[in-house]
T-cell receptor, first 112, second 110 residues
Framework: DAGVIQSPRHEVTEMGQEVTLRCKPI?????LFWYRQTMMRGLELLIY????????DSGMPEDRFSAKMPNASFSTLKIQPSEPRDSAVYFC??????????FGEGSRLTVL | GIQVEQSPPDLILQEGANSTLRCNFS?????LQWFHQNPWGQLINLFY???GTKQNGRLSATTVATERYSLLYISSSQTTDSGVYFC????????????FGTGTRLLVSP
């Protein structure tokens, strides 16, 4: 398997623009997670999907953030409008049931 | 919420040395995982270890859930072991919510 695939790997945008990050989980995995990593706050769980259904979005910072999982092989994390404080590395991860968690390579977002 | 503390925060080793990284957690957990984040930022799962001991090559891990700690052993360290090591614990929320520690930053010099 190719592992968890994220795109884009790098995104530079201006404040106020919409940002969409994409994730393809490992085939057969039924849990998908979006994490954000910053120097100040470390790794934070933003949202968790199980069988394509959002289970916990308590980590989503505010209404500017939204996530969808229309099918088992695709998820998006959208920020609209983006702000400089959203600059971070966003990781997608997947697992089967409550097993080992596998991360994608991350999307590094810079908002100017 | 649960507290996950890792020690030491930073570690510098000469290639070939051994080391032990520690993860303490403040409450009972369903499972624990160790990850390595390499200098390029990639997060790699090392161990899924809710209890007991596992070994994978030069790495091994032990979790003593009743005493709320886990140890990661690195033997004969190599420069490629450099990076940040995270432990993450799954709290009992009914789903797989992992709480990450702040990490141990390891530098192995040749």
């Amino acid at each position: 398997d190719a592992g968890v695939i994220q795109s884009p790997r790098h995104e530079v945008t201006e404040m106020g623009q919409e940002v969409t990050l994409r994730c393809k989980p490992i085939s057969g995995h039924n849990s998908l997670f979006w994490y954000r990593q910053t120097m100040m706050r470390g790794l934070e769980l933003l949202i968790y999907f199980n069988n394509n259904v959002p289970i916990d979005d308590s980590g989503m910072p505010e209404d500017r953030f939204s996530a969808k999982m229309p099918n088992a092989s695709f998820s998006t994390l959208k920020i609209q409008p983006s702000e400089p404080r959203d600059s971070a590395v966003y990781f997608c991860a997947s697992s089967y049931l409550v097993g080992e968690l596998f991360f994608g390579e991350g999307s590094r977002l810079t908002v100017l | 919420g649960i507290q996950v503390e890792q020690s030491p925060p930073d570690l510098i080793l000469q290639e070939g040395a051994n080391s032990t990284l520690r993860c303490n957690f403040s409450d009972s957990v369903n499972n624990l995982q160790w990850f390595h984040q390499n200098p390029w930022g990639q997060l790699i799962n090392l161990f899924y270890i809710p209890s007991g001991t596992k070994q994978n090559g030069r790495l091994s891990a032990t979790t003593v859930a009743t005493e709320r700690y886990s140890l990661l052993y690195i033997s004969s360290s190599q420069t490629t072991d450099s990076g940040v090591y995270f432990c993450a614990v799954e709290v009992n929320t009914g789903f797989q919510k992992l709480v990450f520690g702040t990490g141990t930053r390891l530098l192995v010099s040749p």
